[in-house]
């Protein structure tokens, strides 16, 4: 099965500082396979048997602390899981510079629509969207002051996400339909 491992917090404003090619070691360590990390931000594509995401990310987050002595949350997700996520992307939501378009991956605890109630979402300004997994969120960027979201940072539902453009949400799908072929 091909996974993906989205680290939260690593390589951020010089905190929580990993070095790719020794996260790869440490992801073969425990038997992952077909290790690809995918730019600095804690992206790992590997594929493993069939075993349970939740499983995968404590065996992954214990690997991390035992290698690095670092306490970082690993949200795994499979290729079906991201196709989902993907596939309810609009077309036309990009992240340039006119618009601002992320992915917040949501950790299992919170993974339900009603996750919503807990955003300030003003609808004239922000586009928000729940699909199993994630929060999907676009704005212009002229307006990236005025959302509702920009509160989000800081917040409970906050600390339990890990968030991508969709840029490089889409990046992580394409190389793991690679691995999968």
Do not use: C
């Not at 073969?28 to 594509?45: P, Q, S």
């Not at 991956?105 to 729940?130: A, C, G, H, Q, R």
């Amino acid at each position: 099965m091909i996974y993906i491992a989205l680290l939260q917090g690593i390589n951020v404003g010089g905190n929580n500082k990993i070095d790719m090619k020794l996260l790869k070691q440490t992801f073969e360590k425990v038997e992952m396979n077909d290790v690809v990390t995918y730019i600095n931000t804690g992206n790992i594509i590997f594929s493993y048997k069939d075993t349970s995401k939740i499983e995968l990310s404590q065996i992954l987050e214990e690997a991390i602390h035992n290698d690095f002595g670092l306490q970082i949350k690993v949200v795994v997700r499979s290729i079906d899981d991201v196709r989902g996520i993907i596939h309810a992307i609009p077309d036309t939501w990009k992240n340039d510079k006119e618009m601002k378009s992320d992915v917040m991956f949501l950790w299992d605890e919170i993974d339900d629509e009603s996750v919503l109630k807990n955003l300030v979402i003003k609808p004239n300004i922000d586009t928000v969207k729940y699909v199993s997994g994630a929060i999907l969120w676009s704005v212009d960027k002229k307006h990236v002051t005025k959302s509702g979201m920009s509160k989000l940072i800081g917040s409970k539902v906050y600390k339990q996400v890990t968030v991508r453009n969709v840029n490089t949400a889409r990046k992580i799908y394409e190389l793991m339909q690679a691995q999968n072929s």
